[in-house]
């Protein structure tokens, strides 16, 4: 057989092979990683909003980086909104969840779902102890160092990563400001 | 302005060699000559601007559209391997003189992680075209940068005394260790 | 034929011999059940390719070889790549683009060309075991080391952190540490080896 027809020939066959078995792993595994990614979501969100129901609600999309929950408890009430927003940190992308009451102004909680930030520094935007002095916050927040946060909208940036401290900060302030015009608040 | 801060973020802050270790075969294996470096980096430059040109297109209006994400990395590999093989042919054609002096580091270029790195980087990202163009330009230059500073230091110490154990790949490691150190600095640059 | 195993463990191995698969021996071993997780998946990639290129390397012309093995190395790394993100999430997310870039990691290619492609089935087994072994033992005391001075744990069991006065070394967990820590081991190998074949 001329060589050319079979290099054609072998390498269709191997493409064929490849889309196929890829195909049927794909079927058999999506369902799982859709659960994963399900389950992540909704651990974020009840962390925040413990009376949330256990349904995942229905994503809204606002652009490329953020998007949000509308949260109700099992009786139906909107309890607040859960955003997912991403955005610049130190070392790399920072995306986070962010619990807010249903006026929009008031935080409730906040989850910080990927960071690749310095560990021991940055990373420590995960610390829940960090994290709780966002709850009952009210926006906009105003970063300080090294003492105490004294108003409501006061939050302690981590001693030697103020940078991170920073973006977690402006992530927030610029998806809220987004969610904001898209509910007409 | 996102444009700017992509590129010094990539050449420096998060450089390809130094930061996310991508492009590390080339980077040891063939930074022992300046001239070496500066002819790879400048090729793989090259080839990734064109690449982040061509998995973006690929991305879009092929894996995306047709829902099949599953087949990203094959898609992208197979794009990368062609796109190697097109520009080898080309150079041929056209500018034989770079084609001999590149030599075997074109095909080469195809193994180098940092090209499928940006690749994947770049498509999760979820930048635009145009930033992923400069995204993988950025790359490249990061890249040549860390090439062509490890080949500066690596002929220096071809003069130096190095332990037995540590000559060639060992010192060249602590090398790009302290190199990485310095490049540490300049995170933060970028508000 | 037990040579064929034994050489990727030592003599020959990929990574500290052969300087193959640098970037994922660098960039996953921040904790040692990364650089173990890598290992396997490298494992599986590196074996089943093999097999595959072994039973086919009568059929597959020459000329279109590598673009036939980056086919069939890029569809076993995608099955591995599901595989994780639907058992182990969190792996998946710790290893990230590391294990599509398991598709250029030398290490494969190169035993697709030098061997698998060349070589009947049994032979093409052992050396791709032997060789994801020998990768594998190295990532794990890379990645064991660093998350030791890194973290202060192995494996995610505390270790250091009850010795009183003990601060995790943030170097380590960062490239300069990982550059450096697999600098000092290829130095180390270097010595045994030459001390050894005297």
């Given at each position: 057989m001329k060589v050319e027809l079979k290099m054609v020939i072998v390498l269709t066959l191997i493409g064929f092979f490849s889309g196929g078995v890829l195909y049927l792993v794909n079927n058999a595994t999506k369902e799982q990683i859709e659960e994963n990614l399900k389950k992540e979501t909704l651990k974020a969100i009840k962390e925040i909003?413990?009376?949330?129901?256990?349904k995942l609600p229905k994503k809204i999309f606002i652009d490329r980086t953020t998007s949000y929950f509308k949260i109700h408890d099992e009786k139906g009430n909107l309890i607040g909104y859960a955003v997912v927003a991403e955005g610049p940190g130190f070392q790399g992308d920072i995306k986070l969840l962010v619990g807010l009451k249903p006026d929009l102004k008031e935080i409730v909680g906040l989850y910080i779902l990927e960071q690749v930030e310095t560990?021991?520094?940055?990373?420590?935007?995960?610390n829940p102890n960090w994290r709780?002095?966002?709850?009952?916050k009210k926006l906009p927040l105003v970063v300080i160092k090294q003492r105490e946060p004294k108003t409501k909208n006061e939050i302690k940036a981590i001693t030697g990563a103020t940078i991170s401290s920073r973006s977690v900060v402006n992530i927030i302030h610029n998806a809220v400001e987004k969610v904001k015009k898209k509910e007409g608040k | 302005m996102k444009i700017f801060y992509i590129l010094i973020a990539t050449i420096l802050?998060?450089?390809?060699?130094?930061?996310?270790?991508?492009?590390i075969c080339p980077f040891l294996g063939v930074s022992t000559k300046m001239s070496s470096a500066i002819g790879m980096g400048f090729a793989a430059t090259f080839v990734m601007t064109l690449t982040a040109l061509i998995t973006w297109l690929v991305n879009h209006y092929i894996i995306i559209a047709s829902g099949f994400t599953f087949l990203q990395y094959v898609a992208f590999i197979l794009v990368i391997a062609s796109l190697v093989q097109f520009v080898e042919m080309f150079l041929k054609k056209f500018f034989p003189a770079l084609y001999r002096a590149l030599g075997i580091y074109l095909p080469l270029i195809t193994t180098n992680c940092a090209i499928l790195g940006l690749a994947l980087l770049g498509a999760m990202r979820k930048y635009n075209l145009i930033e992923n163009i400069f995204f993988g330009f950025g790359a490249g230059i990061g890249f040549t940068l860390a090439l062509v500073a490890m080949a500066g230091i690596r002929e220096e110490l071809e003069k130096a005394d190095i332990p037995e154990g540590l000559k060639g790949v060992g010192i060249a490691l602590i090398t790009a260790g302290l190199m990485s150190f310095a490049f540490l600095g300049f995170a933060g640059i970028i508000k | 034929m037990l040579k064929e195993f034994v050489?990727?463990?030592?003599?020959?191995?990929?990574?500290?011999?052969?300087?193959?698969?640098m970037c994922p021996t660098l960039a996953v071993t921040t904790k040692a059940i990364n650089g173990f997780a890598m290992g396997m998946a490298v494992l599986f990639v590196l074996t089943s390719s093999s097999i595959i290129i072994s039973l086919l390397r009568k059929i597959i012309p020459h000329q279109v070889r590598i673009p036939s093995f980056i086919v069939i190395i890029a569809t076993f790394v995608t099955i591995v790549d599901l595989f994780f993100k639907a058992k182990f999430p969190d792996i998946s997310k710790a290893l990230g683009p590391f294990i599509p870039l398991i598709i250029v990691n030398c290490i494969i290619l190169a035993r697709q060309e030098a061997f698998a492609s060349k070589n009947p089935l049994l032979p093409s087994i052992l050396d791709a075991v032997g060789m994801s072994l020998g990768f594998t033992w190295v990532l794990l005391i890379l990645g064991a080391v660093r998350e030791l001075f890194g973290?202060?744990?192995i494996f995610g069991y505390p270790?250091?952190?009850?010795?009183?006065?003990f601060k995790p070394i943030l170097v380590m967990i960062l490239p300069p540490g990982a550059f450096i820590t697999l600098g000092v081991m290829k130095g180390i190998m270097e010595y045994l080896t030459k001390k050894w074949s005297k």
């Open positions: 909003f413990p009376n949330a129901s256990n560990p021991g520094l940055g990373a420590e935007i995960v709780n002095q966002f709850k009952g | 802050v998060n450089n390809f060699v130094l930061h996310y270790f991508l492009g | 050489k990727g463990l030592w003599k020959e191995n990929p990574v500290l011999v052969a300087v193959l698969g973290f202060g744990t270790i250091m952190t009850h010795i009183p006065g």
